[in-house]
């Protein structure tokens, strides 16, 4: 067993903001864990993208949503690598739609993957980084957990349920100097935004002050540095990347 690395995992890694994150961790010399759903080609090509340039990661499948695969992975990280340094709970879905129209199904599915997920990985990171008395637990949230957006009231629940989570949390775990910190995206571009018409797009960007929208490297430095020693007095933040659209 190597510890010689820091090691970080990376949930929905396989495209989008996560797949960005975990090049920005790989290249600040993170040995990084891609995880992934569904969609292995994708997490594999993530994986040699990062060999390719001189970097470490291993793919690894599980739904965020089942405990038993989370606690199972988690189990698996620790064996062959050491405990885990950084955990960044980025795995998300949003099922849009107005709340009158609201399927029980649609909210079940968009809290256990964007809420519950993120606090089944959350709280067997947490078992690993307080033996070691190290670790940073970064949460992808949204601005629309900060600010609300009709039309997503139940993704807005779950991304507002992780703040309030992640401050008890970072609560709990400062003792143990585990960090916990919160990243509120605004409009990234990424397959998850790809399905809005153009018309939807041009009033999301007069809602930006800065104007344009932002890119998965925007939100992957942010998390570099909340990864990183730098970040060492900062714990229970919700830090913005979104342009300004939330003020
Ligand atoms: N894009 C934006 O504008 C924006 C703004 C604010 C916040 N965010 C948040 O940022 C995060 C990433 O967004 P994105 O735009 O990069 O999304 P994306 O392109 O749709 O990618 C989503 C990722 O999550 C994975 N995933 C989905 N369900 C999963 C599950 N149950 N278990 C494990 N992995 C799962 C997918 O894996 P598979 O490929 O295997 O399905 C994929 O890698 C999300 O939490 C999102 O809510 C995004």
Sequence with gaps: MSEAK???????????????IAKHLARSGHLVWVNYQ???????????EITALGGSAK????????????DAAFDEIAKTHGPLTTLVNNAGIT?????????????????????????????AAAKQ????????????????GEMGNAGQAAYAAAKAGLIGFSKSVAKELASRRVRVNVVTP?????????????VQKEAILRGIP???????ADVAALVSFLA???????????????GGMYI
């Design 6 to 20: 820091p090691n970080a995992l990376v949930t929905g890694a396989s495209r989008g903001i996560g797949a960005e």
């Design 38 to 48: 569904s969609n292995k080609e994708r997490a594999e090509q993530v994986v040699s």
């Design 228 to 242: 990183s020693p730098a970040s060492q007095y900062i714990t229970g933040e919700v830090i913005g990347v979104s």
């Design 210 to 216: 800065l104007g344009f929208f932002g890119s998965p």
């Design 95 to 123: 099922i849009d739609g107005l709340l009158l129209r609201l399927k029980d199904e649609d909210l079940e599915k968009t809290l256990s993957v964007d809420l519950k997920g993120a606090i089944f990985c959350t709280r």
């Design 59 to 70: 793919s690894i499948q599980f739904n965020v949503s089942v405990s038993s695969e989370v």
């Design 186 to 198: 605004g409009f990234i571009s990424t397959e998850m935004t790809e399905s809005l018409t153009d």
């Design 129 to 144: 980084m307080i033996r070691k008395r190290q670790g940073s637990i970064i949460q992808i949230s949204s601005v629309v």
